[in-house]
């Protein structure tokens, strides 16, 4: 959705540097690498402050690896703005060699197999995980590597109220009940609710695509062709089910229409609550003022019918590209494949606190890793995730926040709330010229 997208903005975002030290003019800038290998790569960033960091750590760490190969970092704003300078710089041939921009549906509009090089059984893609490729492909040919950390959608919980409760974490939605149950007797907030921010609203909808894929596999794909629908198509209806749910049973914090994120993160970290349906970026920003929230808060996917398969929805990194019109080919494949390892993952490790685990063979959490990060590496060494469906379909509609209130706050019926969304998308499907709309 328009409004998940700003969710994980500092997530996925990269890059607010003006010019790295060794920036500048050098052989190979603009007609190619010169005969003893020398280039330089322009690469093409947004300009959030979030990962300025880690921008820095690739491109030192690689430098220093590969003295031959300068890197000229240029920033773009983010945003529809930021979207609109890619797609003309591609389309006018006047794109940077490498440049760093979304993965799943965005990516999509970009035209990948005309603007890209295609890197499909290329060695640059040696420690990819292959759950990350399709969110980085096109007619089964892929085109980038992974930047940045996976984010889980799912419920961060308080591991101390588990403990005192001696309650496990729950791999069905009916155990998922039995423990707010239990939280409830204790006089403990069962799931904090904050639609004073109304983008919170939608993860018991967007983080249930797990249990949607995993109950019907094509849905993403007849979702998009216009042939199944939120409201008709009970899995994915669920999402509003469980949302309406947590409402009618009591569930929720009092004043939770005039929460904000902030108070819930500071809720869940205190233990005045135990459930929080979220996304796992939202945690490195409260640790400074509440550092037990590293250590306290855990992370569990949203939980389905079927404990057999029991998963997490994620939010995948944004991906790094090489633009067809480089003349720097094999320097720019180089620069990828470091991108794709765990030195640069180590690197990146040093300078920026990871949210969440990487998407590279061989990259390792470090020991003192956020416990929901840790948490969230149990699930992709297990095989246990799914992308988001803003990562395989692009269609989205602009009002699910809205939607997602009402039905979270027992104005809307469950059912009536999927049909709003089903109605809410089509204009957007149309806009894109999708087939079937």
Request: aromatic share 8%; with cysteine.
């Amino acid at each position: 959705m328009k409004t998940s997208h700003r969710m994980t903005g500092a997530a996925l975002a990269v890059l607010a540097m003006a010019a790295l030290a060794s920036c500048g003019s050098g052989p190979g800038s603009d007609s190619g690498p010169a005969a003893d290998g020398s280039a330089t790569l322009k690469f093409l960033v947004d300009n959030s402050l979030g990962t300025t960091g880690t921008a820095k750590a690739l491109t030192d760490a690689f430098m220093q690896a590969n003295p031959k190969i300068k890197i000229e970092t240029e920033t773009r704003p983010g945003g529809s703005e930021g979207d609109n300078i890619v797609k003309t710089r591609l389309s006018t041939g006047d794109m940077s060699d490498v440049f760093w921009y979304n993965s799943g549906s965005l990516l999509q509009a970009l035209n990948p197999a005309q603007t890209m090089v295609d890197l499909t059984g290329d060695p640059v893609l040696a420690n990819v995980q292959k759950d990350f490729l399709p969110v980085v492909s096109q007619e089964g040919k892929a085109y980038g590597v992974p930047a940045g950390t996976l984010t889980g959608g799912g419920i961060l919980y308080n591991r101390k109220v588990y403990e005192r409760l001696k309650l496990q974490v729950p791999k069905t939605w009916a155990e998922f009940t039995a423990n707010n149950d239990k939280i409830k007797a204790a006089g403990i907030t069962p799931v904090i609710t904050t639609f004073k921010d109304t983008w919170t609203s939608q993860l018991f909808v967007l983080g249930d695509y797990f249990n949607v894929r995993a109950a019907v596999p094509a849905f993403a794909q007849e979702y998009t062709a216009n042939k199944a629908k939120f409201a008709t198509t009970p899995a994915a209806r669920a999402g509003f089910d469980h949302l309406a749910e947590v409402h009618a049973k009591g569930y929720l914090n009092e004043g939770f229409g005039s929460a904000t994120n902030d108070q819930g993160i500071k809720m869940l970290a205190e233990g005045k609550g135990a459930h929080y349906a979220m996304l796992s970026s939202s945690l490195p920003p409260v640790i400074a003022t509440l550092p037990q929230a590293a250590t306290d808060i855990g992370f569990f996917g949203i939980p389905g019918t079927d404990a057999a398969k029991n998963g997490a929805t994620v939010w995948e990194p944004a991906g790094v590209y090489i633009a067809k019109t480089t003349e720097n080919l094999e320097a720019a494949k180089k620069f990828l494949a470091f991108v794709a390892s765990p030195a640069a993952a180590d690197a990146v490790t040093k300078a920026v606190p990871p949210t969440g685990p990487y998407r590279i063979q061989g990259a390792k959490l470090p020991a003192d890793a956020i416990q929901a990060a840790k948490d969230l590496q149990a699930y992709v060494d297990s095989g246990a995730t799914a992308p988001a469906l803003e990562f395989v379909s692009p269609v989205k509609g602009p009002s699910l926040e809205q939607i997602t209130v009402a039905v979270g706050s027992g104005l809307t019926p469950a059912a009536e709330g999927a049909a709003q969304y089903d109605k809410d998308v089509d204009k957007q499907a149309k806009q894109l010229g999708l087939a079937g709309w």
